[in-house]
């Protein structure tokens, strides 16, 4: 049976990207990623929920933000398509971490944390541009 694994994501970038080169010159970017759900408990009260998401990626895209560094910037509203990956590792101390990350396949900006717009309106454009 195949499989799939894919990530959409529409969120605010919680810190300006880091890009960090690697001997070779391959590049990596990290960043993070904040979704927020809002919804109504049963009492009839707004409630927000964020799930922060780590982004990464080894190729063009990090090559792309490292430069045009300034045009991505903590509070930036992203569109992001990836898919998810899990890994574990042994921090300093000899404990086993786990982390679950988005490997970034692509990125655009839906608008910036210096000129507020409506997010929505953003994706609708960037939807009429793909069909």
């Known amino acids: 049976m195949a ?4 990530v959409i994501l529409i969120g605010n970038l919680g810190r300006d ?3 960090f080169t690697f001997e ?10 904040a979704t927020t759900e809002s919804y109504r408990d049963r009492d009839g009260n707004r409630q927000e929920q964020t799930e922060w998401h780590n982004l990464v990626n080894y190729g063009q895209i990090a090559q792309d933000i490292a430069d045009r560094r300034r045009n991505y910037v ?16 042994v921090d300093a101390q ?4 786990y ?3 988005i490997l ?7 608008g910036n944390a210096r000129t507020p717009q409506d997010p929505n309106a953003s994706y609708n454009a960037y939807a009429s541009q793909q069909q």
């Open 24 to 33: 070779n010159g391959t590049k990596k970017m990290s960043v993070s990623l």
């Open 104 to 110: 970034v396949d692509k990125m655009m900006s839906l």
């Open 3 to 6: 499989s799939l694994n894919k």
């Open 94 to 97: 000899n404990v086993t971490r």
């Open 99 to 101: 982390v679950t990350e």
């Open 17 to 19: 990207p880091e890009v």
């Open 74 to 89: 903590k509070g930036d509203c992203m569109y992001v398509e990836g898919r998810i990956r899990s890994r574990q590792y």
